[in-house]
């Protein structure tokens, strides 16, 4: 009989680009990875995007005009869609293997989760449109592999040029034998 569990690692990244290296100790009975997810937890606030300047344009008249920039006030009448904040990357290989076997991108909570009325009978829910998808894929490790290591790297303390504290949980559904 098969048994499906749960691997939860947790690691803190403090610095801006900071590369974190880290190894996941699996059962000697495993079969195989059947899923990996990653999450995000900000200890610190989130940064604030930069606020673009106000441009001033010289007329050829000599008069001068100033543009502000967009006033966000006005989003209740306008909707927006916002990119979701590319927080790092992660990567995992296993030490019988000389490929990754998991690269992916790692993103905060969905900040579009209310863009649009879902109530439209022809915009039905899925679950690409109430948040970020999660795509698991069966990862066989060949082998008698006990361990993968793999690392994760800060973008958004970079972005910002911020050393911003959080804390990122690395998720290894795994199934043994029983």
């Known amino acids: 009989m098969n048994k499906e569990s749960v691997i939860v690692t947790k690691l803190n990244i ?8 880290f190894q996941i100790k699996l059962p000697s009975d495993i079969k195989s990875i059947i899923g990996i997810e990653c999450s995000v937890r900000m200890i610190d606030a989130w940064p ?13 008249d000599g008069t001068i005009t100033v543009i502000m920039p967009e006033d966000d006030s006005h989003v209740a009448i306008k909707e927006k869609y916002k990119a ?3 927080v ?4 995992i290989q296993s030490y019988d293997l000389l490929n990754w076997f998991y690269v992916s991108d790692v993103y905060a909570n969905d900040v579009n989760l209310n863009l649009c009325d879902v109530s439209d009978v022809f915009f039905r829910v899925k679950e690409h449109s109430h948040g970020i998808p999660k795509h698991e ?3 066989t490790i060949p ?5 993968v290591q793999g690392w994760f790297l800060d973008a958004i303390g970079k972005q910002y040029n911020q050393n911003l ?7 290894v559904w795994i199934k043994t034998e029983d």
């Open 84 to 86: 979701n904040q590319f």
């Open 48 to 60: 604030v995007p930069p606020v673009d300047p106000p441009r001033e344009i010289i007329n050829p």
């Open 165 to 171: 504290r959080y804390e990122v949980s690395i998720y």
């Open 143 to 147: 082998g008698i592999t006990t361990l």
């Open 137 to 139: 894929e069966i990862m």
């Open 88 to 91: 790092g990357e992660v990567r």
């Open 14 to 21: 403090k610095l801006k680009g900071e590369r974190k290296h």
